[in-house]
């Protein structure tokens, strides 16, 4: 079946400073969807990539999908304590999700 | 517009007892999966629901299972417990049940300790 890996695990970031995740398939994805998860939360979406090579922003996250579609990034700029959490990929009809990145913020 | 309601939010069982857990999904949507998450494996796709029917499922033994009424809530049942079924369960509720194009709304899941 479908995975996909993501890369880091953790992330320690101090405020301020920017920091990127990463997912990663072996096969060719029709879609990519990232999530967050606030500590003691509930998944939320956050946005949806379709195209080769798209790149959406919000504020200051930074969606990426890779030019095959095997790959997926997001990119936080001058990082804040509400960016604690863990964020999620995941790809394909039955929402497969990434292991995740759980992001700690140092003030 | 109302989310998507789990309920119980909170249960402790014994390992060999069955359990019941509920999910209603946003008005209108008619689409509903279920996840399990533990620390060790993630979240991990158990089941979708749509117009009544299952749709796709995950791997998960046949202890898992659920169903989907005409109201489009939905029941995941869980049979003779054992201690490694102990998780958070997410369901989640969409308007299709094809992700393409639409984002899937959690509820805030209901977290299952078997003792």
């Known amino acids: 079946g479908q995975q996909v890996m993501q890369i880091p695990q953790y992330q320690h970031v101090q405020e301020g400073e920017d920091f990127t995740t990463y997912c990663n398939s072996s096969?060719?994805?029709?879609?990519i969807q990232w999530y967050k998860q606030r500590p003691g939360g509930h998944p939320v979406f956050l946005i949806q990539?379709?195209?080769?090579?798209e790149v959406k922003k919000q504020k200051r996250l930074t969606f990426q999908f890779g030019e095959a579609k095997k790959n997926s990034s997001l990119h936080i700029t001058a990082t804040q304590t509400t960016d604690v959490g863990t964020y999620f990929c995941a790809a394909g009809n039955k929402l497969t999700f990434g292991g995740g990145t759980r992001v700690l913020v140092k003030p | 517009k109302a989310g998507v309601t789990q309920t119980p939010r909170y249960l402790i069982k014994t390992r060999g007892q069955q359990v019941t857990l509920s999910c209603s999904p946003i008005?209108?949507?008619?689409?509903v999966s279920w996840y399990q998450q533990t620390p060790g494996q993630g979240l991990q796709f158990l089941f979708e629901y749509f117009s009544e029917t299952q749709r796709n499922k995950g791997n998960f033994p046949g202890r898992f299972s659920g169903r989907q009424f005409s109201n489009s809530r939905s029941e995941m049942n869980v049979s003779t417990l054992e201690l490694g079924d102990s998780a958070l369960y997410l369901c989640?509720?969409?308007?299709?049940?094809?992700?393409?194009?639409?984002?899937?709304?959690f509820g805030q899941g209901t977290r299952l300790t078997v003792v």
């Open positions: 008005s209108g949507h008619r689409s």
């Open positions: 990539l379709v195209k080769s090579g």
């Open positions: 096969t060719t994805l029709s879609n």
């Open positions: 989640a509720s969409s308007l299709a049940f094809q992700k393409l194009n639409t984002e899937a709304f």
